[in-house]
């Protein structure tokens, strides 16, 4: 379930590169450029599933999204409250289960954190129950991609205001982890991140990246970053988390679904880590 359209064509860009392709070659197209070959591309809504077709000994995962209304466009805690509400939710909930869905992935890290460990736990609690399916959110997602990789020390670079983003470095601390930097962008609206490509979200990782840092986490699902990830990786030495990435991840552990080696995808889906 992604709020409203900024990046939601990451995500068959994502589909494409789990069933091994390579869109754009090499995958540094700019956002909004066409991705084929994908399961879930060009579908105007949908769940993440496993899709009939197999790829090599696997099922094959299809991304296609549902998107819930936002409401107000803003990195504020009131307007992320609301965004990430129970009713907000609950009403595409219809359409998960007409697609038939066997997993949902709430693809909101700001709209998930704000609400503090407990209150997360309960708002993908309240979806699976209403659902009926196992359920997540990208906030969550993090968490789990951190242990996946087993690193204690992360810088954050957000998007978000730096009200917001301590929100954030507040919930991954709640397991543990260590943020040694963190540095808020200001950017109010999910539409303006939408619109950033390859120079912004380099200088964004760049700029919160910090010497003590084992990972960087780059956590808003409005930036685009499918396309970066392993080059960004390649410039700061290493790993790199973001918003989208780890989403995906986070549905094939509900799904159970072997993780894939793809390291064009990153630390988090290369063999060391699945």
């Known amino acids: 379930m992604y709020p409203g359209y900024s990046a939601e064509d990451d995500y068959p860009r994502l589909e494409a590169m789990l069933a091994g392709a390579d869109p754009g070659g090499g995958g540094d197209m700019e956002p909004g450029s066409a991705v084929t070959g994908g399961a879930g591309a060009g579908d105007g809504g949908g769940v993440l599933g496993l899709a009939g077709a197999v790829t090599g000994a696997t099922p094959a995962v299809r991304l296609p999204l549902v998107h819930t209304d ?3 466009d803003a990195h504020r805690v009131d307007a992320l409250l609301e965004m990430g509400s129970a009713a907000r939710l609950a009403a595409r909930v219809d359409e998960l289960r007409a697609r038939g869905a066997q997993a949902v992935v709430w693809a909101c890290t ?16 309240e979806l699976a129950q209403v659902a009926g399916l196992p359920a997540s959110s990208t906030s969550f997602a993090f968490a789990h991609a951190i242990g996946d990789l087993g690193v204690d020390q992360v810088a954050v670079a957000a998007t978000y ?11 991954l601390k709640s397991f543990g982890t260590e943020v040694v930097a963190m540095r808020g962008s200001g950017i109010i609206t999910a539409a303006e991140v939408g619109t950033w490509g390859w120079e912004e979200v380099r200088a964004l990782a760049r700029a919160g990246d910090h010497p003590e840092a084992q990972a960087v986490l780059l956590p808003d699902t409005a930036l685009h970053t499918a396309a970066y990830i392993a080059r960004l990786e390649a410039e700061l030495g290493k790993p790199v988390l973001t918003a ?3 989403t995906v991840r986070e549905g094939l552990r509900l799904l159970a679904h072997p993780v894939p080696h793809r390291p064009r995808l990153g630390a988090l889906f290369s063999a060391a880590a699945a």
Not at 110 to 125: D, T
């Open 70 to 72: 936002i409401g107000e």
């Open 110 to 125: 700001s709209a998930s954190f704000v609400f503090g460990r407990e209150g997360a736990q309960e708002q993908v609690r």
């Open 161 to 171: 205001p730096e009200d917001v983003a301590e929100l954030f470095t507040a919930f």
């Open 244 to 246: 989208n990435q780890v």
